[in-house]
């Protein structure tokens, strides 16, 4: 089955990202339902290879992270392809990605190396943007490239299976695996 480690969103901001959406002038939007920030995409594994990841995961035991965001932006360099509102890369998100990385590799997973970029996707472009649908995206991010967007604390790593078929994929959660007392600064 096809699955991915994400952070569900907290619905204040759930409902603030659907509200920057709505003002979108082009690309398809991704579902409110699966917006979340991916932690490792898992691609196709058997249960029992699930299983294997399951026990890692089970002891997880971090501090619950913030998730705090910087921005709108878009992948895909001089061909965006998606647009995103970006995740403050923090100190204890860092570290939660690398014990991710480091639980799939104890469970036998290869995941492709590459740099991690906490972001919620918003849009999918497919095709290539136009010369007017570019200048579209620039006046939109132009507007609310800045927005504020509520930050939440994280409360668990959700285990998650895409079914892909007709239109969006449908995500489904298979498990959660709470974190720890968050960490405190003092205060």
């Known amino acids: ?102 639980l799939a590799a104890v469970a036998g997973f290869a995941l492709p190396r590459e740099r991690f970029h906490p972001h919620v996707t918003l849009a999918r472009f497919s095709g290539g943007l136009t010369t007017q649908d570019e200048m579209r995206l620039a006046r939109y991010l132009g507007r609310f490239g800045s927005a504020s967007v509520p930050g939440f604390t994280a409360s668990a790593v959700t285990l998650f299976r895409s079914t892909l078929g007709r239109g969006a994929p449908v995500y489904d959660p298979l498990s959660d695996y709470p974190f720890g007392p968050a960490a405190t600064d003092g205060a």
């Open 1 to 102: 089955m096809r699955c991915f480690l994400a952070i569900a969103l907290a619905d204040e901001t759930r409902a603030a990202l659907e509200r920057l959406q709505a003002d979108l002038p082009l690309g398809r939007e991704v579902p409110a339902e699966n917006l979340h920030l991916t932690l490792a995409f898992l691609d196709d594994r058997s249960v029992a290879e699930l299983e294997a990841l399951h026990d890692g995961l089970e002891a997880l035991r971090l501090p619950a992270p913030r998730i705090e965001f910087a921005g709108l932006g878009v992948f895909g360099g001089k061909r965006p392809s998606s647009l995103h509102a970006a995740v403050a890369a923090s100190a204890e998100l860092r570290a939660l990605h690398a014990r991710i990385r480091g």
